[in-house]
């Protein structure tokens, strides 16, 4: 499980917690197992302008969303996906390029040319 930061959780900001329960239905409890969140089960990843990034991570079953949270004059809204990506994870990664097709052939080609060595590495 990934370690928490406290000063991205929403345990420093209960305004925004009780808004997101108040506002975003979908976000009041895991889809997976019907658990309700807590405040501290929240991570912001990113705020840009009146939209955040949000990790959530179900105590219960382990599953995560990634959700765009934007607060407007007129509510809030939410975009969420599934993901098998902790909120370190989601961190590290979201800066580097997407992996394209070159990277698929070249990794394909690498793959051929050293598939013992690369079985053994795994087998360690
Ligand atoms: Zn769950």
New binding site residues.
Partial sequence: MSKRHSNRSLSEDNSLFQDIQRGVNHLKS?P????EYKQQQFDVLFVRGNVRVVHIL?D????KIVTLLATTPFGMSSLGVATDLSADDFLRTAHLDPIGEDDVLEFHTFLYKHHKAFVNLLSK
């Avoid at 997976?32 to 658990?35: D, G």
Wanted: glycine share 0%; aromatic share 0%; charged share 0%.
């Fill in positions: 895991c997976q197992c019907s658990q179900c219960v079953c382990q599953h």
